[in-house]
């Protein structure tokens, strides 16, 4: 099934950055998206940013746009999330989901997409 493992929250101030990191073990399918999502308090989970493995990124919420990047180190086989310019509206609690995908389906990752496996999230706040 797999677990995921996040860290690298905490609390910043307005245009401060943050990297946070999911650490993937136990999954070893071939083909798999990983995403990070957020819930503020009172708040839907939005879907922030997606990868696909071997690294391409394939979503980003507007969000986020030229403030986040996602990336998979494979050696590591980990996720991060490099937060830049944060907001006071970034506070949240940020999670990491995986689903395992075929090569043919893995294009179609969305947010929407049945994720399969969550880790327990990091709070991340952010003041102005």
């Known amino acids: 099934q797999g677990r995921l493992v996040e860290s690298g929250g905490g609390s910043v101030q307005a245009g401060g950055s943050l990297r946070l990191s999911c650490a993937v073990s136990?999954?070893?399918?071939?083909?798999?998206?990983m995403g990070w999502f957020r819930q503020a308090p009172g708040k839907e989970r939005e879907g922030v940013a997606l990868?696909?493995?071997?690294?391409?990124?394939?979503y980003y919420a507007d969000s986020v746009k030229g403030r986040f990047t996602i990336s998979h180190d494979n050696a590591k086989n980990t996720v991060y999330l490099q937060m830049n310019s944060l907001k006071p509206e970034d506070t949240a609690m940020y999670f990491c989901?995986?689903?395992?995908?075929?090569?043919?389906?893995?294009?179609?990752?969305?947010?929407?997409?049945?994720?399969?496996?969550w880790g327990q999230g990091t709070q991340v706040t952010v003041s102005s």
């Open positions: 989901a995986a689903e395992p995908m075929t090569y043919g389906t893995i294009w179609s990752c969305s947010p929407e997409t049945k994720w399969s496996v």
């Open positions: 990868i696909i493995t071997g690294g391409e990124s394939i």
């Open positions: 136990g999954y070893t399918y071939s083909h798999y998206c």
